[in-house]
């Protein structure tokens, strides 16, 4: 799962869109050789126009303005105007998803005739199988996810049309809140950010109310602790599911436990997020856990934001190409070469328990009209 921190208008094409499913496509494709499996392609795209922030303000040289929420909310210059929200941009960002989705659509309708060729190119030997690309986005603004909620006579379900999979933030998973509340009402993939300040019997509350009936393939745990915390964290929670019998996938989001300032720039230690993917299949094959998924901030742009990789990047570097409105991304050198680690971890580990976690397939989502 992988894809923008926060997708921008102005920087919105056909070419940004492919640009990130070839690099999933590339990674995946990685993945599979290297694991033997199935693997789900989740692009972060075609509604993740939205963000929680640390604060409410943000002030610069003496002048304080609300803080930029993502272009469906304001704009991210430094500008009263910018700043101020604007209700119209729910459309314009509804009208992107749904030109993402058609140009998705196309893509992974093509994709098959390029899967032979990013296989040589990558040395992976084996069958060519055609490829679907899903998309997923943080259910932030509920305003913007009620409009786009569907009910299906055929499954007789609601559900979010806004994406194929929903998560819900580690700020806004109250067992009373109201996005708890939206995401147990309808039957799309639901994942759950945890952090460090999720307990075990908490977990299993929200469990509960988001997946009574224990369905396979219904809830995705996104763990996010980061590198140093990851083996203090996880282990209590990965036993607590196992002890319960919850049929849940296990995922892990490097990303934004290990966020860092150096100088005048957000950034990530590319040494930290491979860190924290190492500790969460330590503990996953620890506890008796299938490792089920990694969840990246990415581009397929040649963007300087994260440190390290294979072409390293120094502090000096930052400045260069450091094109983010949000947080930092890795670019698509490094977001291979973290593809290439979890296909070393994947050759060493076990597929342990996929039987439980298989979920006969959904209606397929698009963004409603």
């Not at 940004?16 to 690099?23: D, E």
């Not at 105007?81 to 659509?105: C, F, G, M």
């Not at 860092?260 to 590319?270: F, S, Y």
Request: net charge neutral; hydrophobic share 40%; charged share 20%.
């Amino acid at each position: 799962q992988g894809g923008d921190c926060a997708e921008s208008f102005a920087e919105f094409g056909a070419d940004k869109v492919r640009t990130t499913f070839n690099l999933l496509l590339r990674m995946g494709a990685m993945l599979r050789s290297a694991s033997g499996g199935e693997i789900v392609h989740l692009a972060r795209i075609a509604g993740q126009f939205a963000k929680p922030r640390s604060s409410v303000t943000e002030t610069s040289g003496g002048v304080t303005l609300p803080s930029y929420r993502g272009d469906a909310v304001n704009g991210p210059a430094f500008t009263p105007a910018s700043r101020t929200p604007d209700p119209k941009r729910l459309l314009s960002a509804h009208r992107q998803a749904q030109v993402t989705i058609a140009l998705l659509n196309a893509y992974s309708a093509a994709s098959y005739a390029d899967l032979p060729r990013i296989n040589r190119e990558l040395g992976i030997d084996g069958p060519v199988r055609p490829v679907s690309m899903f998309t997923s986005h943080e259910a932030l603004l509920l305003n913007y996810e009620e409009a786009l909620t569907r009910f299906d006579p055929k499954t007789e379900s609601w559900w979010a049309t806004s994406g194929h999979m929903i998560w819900i933030g580690d700020r806004t998973r109250s067992l009373n809140g109201s996005h708890v509340e939206y995401a147990r009402g309808v039957a799309n993939p639901v994942g759950l950010k945890c952090g460090p300040t999720m307990d075990a019997e908490t977990l299993l509350r929200l469990i509960d109310t988001l997946d009574p009936a224990n369905e396979p393939g219904r809830l995705v745990l996104i763990a996010r602790f980061g590198a140093g915390d990851v083996g203090r964290h996880l282990p209590a929670l990965m036993r607590a599911t196992e002890g319960a019998g919850r049929r849940v996938v296990w995922s892990v989001d490097p990303m934004h436990g290990n966020t860092r300032t150096v100088g005048a720039h957000k950034t990530r230690l590319l040494g930290d997020i491979l860190a924290e993917i190492e500790g969460f299949f330590d503990v996953a094959r620890a506890e008796g856990v299938h490792p089920g998924g990694v969840h990246l901030e990415m581009t397929g742009a040649d963007v300087t934001e994260c440190l390290g990789g294979s072409a390293p990047l120094v502090e000096a570097d930052l400045p260069r190409r450091y094109l983010t409105h949000c947080d930092p991304r890795l670019n698509e050198r490094q977001a291979l070469d973290v593809a290439a680690a979890v296909a070393r971890l994947l050759e060493n580990a076990p597929m342990l328990g996929t039987e439980r976690l298989l979920r006969p397939e959904a209606p397929r989502a698009t963004v409603a009209a």
